[in-house]
């Protein structure tokens, strides 16, 4: 039978989070799962507010069944956009209005409508920040897009500009970013946003077209320390934002998120109907609806937060004090700590060796370092941190 | 600014069935909703069986937060697969079990991943039989396949086996087909099913490669008269079955089907990994999670068809009784009407003065052929006869 090698290729490759995510299993078999240090997995171990159910259930109790399981338009409820649209406003002093706003499946969907809106397949270039989600390079491809990797400043996790700058040219289209980071946990600083916003402005002029910042933001709202995550499109107006409320209110299975197009964008209403051509191309018919309809009720909460902040602290105390380095941990719930040898495999099979499962960062694209997914139980985490010493010290 | 300019040509086409919806509500607003009859839009009218809305209260209930909102596999609940596959086995003598279920996002996506499985682009093409879903020439698109039409067989709506056999060729990679059908309300017989299967199997020994029929089924249990709907994989075993629950469990919005590769398709394991491929890199991690243990626990239910069955009845014996030719409505909720005159868009303007909303089969690739959903209030049937006799004497 002939297949697609590209889709072929996509579905059967190794997938080295889910590999460890079996050997996880399959090693809390023999020893315990209260024996294994599990890291891998970046799903919210924190339920949804209260309010998400309790939504879910007045909807069904007062909405007629044709009407809260039915079509809503393409591009989503309008009351639901008007909310998240006024809930930004609140919180973000933004102005935007229902109609920039596009609901889809989730963020995956979001970026693989914005590619598809943005991209002239086979010409065009996208450009992302290492390191990044592995799959943004998935969804360029399947745009048709040739996919370029900024590499990472392991220095303080924020953006390397002349590198960047010396990468843009006449076949950029859109640059990837991702603040709070996936794998980092860093947040781009204000000032990381401002030189950004120049060096974009510079080369759209110099290029004659318009490049545009693609910003995922599917951990906007976790943040600690009190810290403000500078709202890109305040900064940049051609900035498409992809959303999701995965991480936020910990719904990753529902797939709701949206596209966000602003008025302030170049010729908003060509680029928001590319946004609507290419949902329908992909076949993302509409965004689910109940979901919809719950997320433009409950937008702007968040779950609990703190919980993870709890997490965060004991974890980056804890392997201060051992000796690691890592990246400062200011949003998302990852931890990004420096390998201990140069061969960031050899590295994490060692770790594996103590229990302690970690993802490499080479498919984030930063080799010598490695993701730790802090939304855990707090207590994994303090019973870890011996294991952790261990593993420094087999180093020494 | 540069968007991908097929993008930007789907999401800002004319749609004619939506510029007829917001004629009809603005007509609506000038003499009543109640003396406009509109027949254009194929949304479900009867309400999801109750044990829809009971289920997912029950989950809510008494699953954890994380685990019900969570990520399933990517290929979908295990238990919700399972379940999917022991109700088809169970209605259709079928030996389906969890690992031949890819769940989707409805049948769109399961379409638009399953063609993306398939094809080869810009190599490949795929074949659809007039009258057909139009959108299915968007979904080959984003494939990158040529799309090919068999004309119609417009005097039993069957497949027009000789059309057909001239068309398939080297590059034929599927045929897609659709019963119960939309826009025609036909339903395939199955000697139908076995001259296609026959004349498959004869083109793929020609060319030397599988040929595989994509069965699109979001129809399959409405169907009449004690009709049964032949499963097409028992008579095709390269069959690729898309199916969705927004007809028959009344759930449009919800986004929810799935993908079906049966065991005797030729490299099961290579079709389904491009399938898994597919998914990913179109941006559909998981299908909706709620919803997957939904479908799990009620699939095989369906609505109120018996409410459908009685609209057909009134309003093909109203039809028949002007004079009207039609084909014979067996399945789906449409009927297909022959139009008095050889300008389709023309009877439609026509009848809109009598405020009667008809889409014209043109867009469906079948001129001369008008699609009435009689997904309506059953008393907007009654009523509309009257203006349906008025328009046809207007014709004399």
């Known amino acids: 039978m002939i297949v697609s090698e590209r889709m072929y290729g996509l579905g059967s490759a190794r997938s080295a989070i889910r590999e460890l995510f079996e050997y996880g299993k399959k090693r809390a078999a023999e020893v315990g799962a209260e024996n294994i240090y599990d890291y891998s997995i970046g799903n919210p171990a924190v339920p949804s507010p209260d309010s998400v159910n309790e939504t879910i259930v007045e909807l069904l109790r007062t909405e007629p069944s044709v009407q809260v399981h039915g079509y809503t338009s393409a591009q989503g409820d309008a009351d639901a956009r008007q ?20 609901i889809t499946c989730g963020a995956a969907a979001a970026l693989t409508i914005s590619l598809g809106a943005l991209v002239v397949p086979e010409c065009d270039e996208v450009i992302a920040i290492a390191p990044f989600f592995a799959e943004y390079a998935v969804f360029a491809g399947n745009a048709g897009a040739k996919f370029l990797m900024v590499p990472p400043d392991t220095k303080n996790f924020q953006i390397d500009m002349d590198a960047l700058a010396g990468m843009i040219g006449p076949k950029t289209r859109a640059v990837m970013i991702n603040s709070p980071n996936n794998p980092t ?10 030189q950004l916003a120049a060096l974009l402005t510079e080369k759209s002029r110099e290029f004659g077209h318009a490049i545009v910042i ?14 403000k995550v ?9 900035t498409i934002v992809c959303y999701s409320y995965s991480k936020s209110l910990s719904l990753p299975g529902e797939r709701i998120g949206y596209v966000l197009v602003p008025d302030e964008m170049e010729d908003h209403d ?8 290419a949902g329908r191309s992909l076949g993302f018919v509409c965004a689910p609806s109940l979901m919809q309809k719950v997320v433009g009720r409950v ?16 974890l980056a105390s804890g392997l201060k004090e051992i000796g690691y380095e890592f990246g400062e941990p200011q949003g998302a719930f ?3 700590l420096k390998a201990l040898e140069d061969d960031t495999e050899a590295f994490c099979e060692r770790a594996k060796s103590f229990d302690l499962l970690l993802v490499s960062g080479v498919s984030f694209g930063c080799p010598g370092w490695v993701r730790l997914a802090y939304c855990v139980p707090t207590e994994m985490i303090k019973k870890s941190l011996p294991l952790f010493k261990k593993l420094y010290d087999s180093y020494k």
């Not at 910003?215 to 320390?225: I, N």
């Not at 500078?230 to 051609?238: A, D, L, Q």
């Open 83 to 102: 909310a998240i649209a006024e809930d930004l406003n609140r919180r973000f002093g933004t102005h935007f209005h229902k109609d920039n706003f596009y």
């Open 185 to 194: 946990g860093a947040v781009y600083s204000e000032e990381t946003i401002k």
């Open 214 to 227: 693609l910003s995922d933001e599917p951990y906007r709202e976790l943040v600690y320390d009190g810290l």
């Open 230 to 238: 500078p709202f890109i499109t305040k900064y940049y107006p051609n």
């Open 270 to 277: 060509r680029v928001y109907a590319a946004v609507c051509g």
């Open 299 to 314: 937008t702007g909460q968040t779950s609990d937060i703190s919980w993870y902040d709890n997490n965060r602290r004991i």
């Open 334 to 336: 990852y931890l990004f």
